[in-house]
């Protein structure tokens, strides 16, 4: 495939399923409408045509009925008359003529001094030629035998034929005005019968986001045949992932409490030894305690955050702010914040206080004066905020603490644990969070989560 068709191929397959329908109507309506008139039309025509000529031809045998050979004389005659006063007046539209193997003719009145173009044939011929004054005519013709003359004679019968013309090109404007008409009425109808055959995905999709937002718990089944059969299977999904989340929460909890008594016993019998064995039992017995924490919090925030209703943040928030705002005062560390009192966001609660809480306690242990948290929504994603004023981290220790798979409480002794299972969070939530220098000389973590739930 070229690399020019892949772009176009993808732009296609992105395309809505109520688009496609539109345009195969638009397409079928283009191609079939057109191809129809043009056959109507050119039936139509045909058929004006014919019975323009059937009437030329009715006259041309009444004139044949009435053509006469003098013998004395030696000269043709007509010796009926039509009836019809158009073959009277002087270039009227409505000719006969009348001509001889010598070039003898007889003729209407209204042809004057002018002669009709002679073309001889048996059979019976219908064409266009041009006329007097410029006029269009519509000609009849065949030659005939007459007695006691050897050689035959040629009859044709013309009439204009603008009335013809006419009436074809009024029957064409009607006919394209009908057609174009009836496809506006067909798109329109095609339109809403897409509209409303795609009503139950149309729903579906609705019901959908309201399952992504926290809002209901499965999908409607109350749908047509195919879509509650595809909502069946996806609520199945749901509940089997749900249970596999509870179950993983579980065994997270079973294994704190499975580990928490041998890790107490351990630190009693460590404090028993030599000083000199202590300090080092003291420091693996930190690492294991620490290393089971990350990985519990990790196991404790294994949940679908997509599916969370929207909390109040400032409300979730007051109470650990509180808390470290008393911190901070201890310490003698100046703790602000700034958030929108009105602010909501789709975020379990838990996961919102463990993240912003292991901000804050990692910026107060290595504050100097200050610490500044802030809340901001930006084109829909909420932005986290949190600085301090101490001794901060090099570019490439903030470069290495965001990467994938790497230990943060290897990167930097005290600070890396909270950071860690921050990293681990916002991951989960489809968020960003970038390590860099704050104005104040210190650690600025910024992070960007699209759980910004829409104002009501």
């Not at 519990?296 to 679908?304: C, I, P, Q, Y």
Request: with cysteine.
């Amino acid at each position: 495939m070229s690399a020019a068709g892949q772009p176009w191929r993808q732009r296609w397959a992105s395309r809505s399923i109520h688009l496609r329908l539109l345009l195969a109507a638009l397409l079928i309506v283009l191609l079939a409408l057109p191809v129809a008139g043009g056959l109507l039309a050119h039936h139509y025509r045909s058929a004006a045509v014919s019975a323009f000529d059937e009437r030329l031809e009715a006259t041309l045998n009444v004139i044949i009925a009435g053509v006469a050979y003098d013998p004395l004389s030696e000269q043709l005659r007509y010796e009926r008359g039509l009836g019809d006063p158009r073959f009277e007046h002087v270039f009227s539209g409505w000719y006969w003529q009348i001509t001889d193997s010598e070039q003898h003719t007889v003729a209407s009145r209204s042809l004057w001094d002018q002669r009709l173009p002679v073309t001889h044939s048996e059979q019976l011929s219908a064409r266009t030629v041009p006329g007097p004054r410029g006029q269009q005519l519509r000609v009849v013709e065949r030659d005939i035998y007459l007695a006691p003359l050897e050689s035959p004679l040629h009859v044709s019968v013309a009439a204009r034929d603008d009335v013809l013309v006419a009436e074809i090109q009024a029957f064409q404007r009607l006919l394209w005005l009908g057609l174009l008409g009836l496809g506006a009425v067909l798109l329109g109808v095609l339109a809403l019968q897409v509209r409303w055959g795609l009503a139950p995905l149309r729903r579906m999709n609705a019901n959908l986001r309201d399952v992504e937002q926290g809002r209901a718990a499965q999908l409607d089944t109350r749908l047509p045949q195919e879509l509650a059969t595809l909502a069946s299977s996806m609520n199945a999904v749901l509940a089997r992932d749900q249970r596999l989340i509870e179950r993983g929460r579980y065994t997270a909890g079973n294994l704190a409490h499975a580990l928490k008594t041998p890790l107490s016993v351990m630190r009693l019998l460590a404090k028993q030894l030599p000083s000199d064995s202590r300090a080092t039992w003291d420091v693996e017995l930190s690492r294991i305690d620490n290393a089971v924490r990350h990985h519990l919090a990790r196991a404790s925030a294994a949940g679908d955050s997509g599916r969370f209703a929207a909390i109040d943040l400032q409300a979730t928030l007051a109470p650990l702010m509180n808390g470290l705002a008393r911190l901070a005062q201890r310490r003698h560390i100046t703790l602000t914040q700034r958030v929108d009192s009105q602010m909501r966001v789709h975020m379990d609660d838990q996961d919102l206080q463990e993240m912003v809480g292991n901000l804050l306690d990692n910026a107060l242990r290595w504050a100097s004066q200050t610490v500044h948290v802030s809340f901001q929504a930006q084109q829909g994603v909420l932005r986290l905020t949190v600085s301090d004023d101490g001794p901060g981290m090099t570019a490439e220790e903030c470069q290495a603490a965001v990467q994938r798979g790497k230990r943060l409480d290897e990167q930097r002794s005290g600070s890396g644990l909270g950071l860690a299972i921050v990293a681990d969070l916002v991951a989960l939530y489809g968020g960003q969070m970038r390590l860099q220098r704050a104005e104040q000389g210190g650690l600025q973590v910024v992070i960007e989560l699209p759980v910004l739930a829409a104002r009501a």
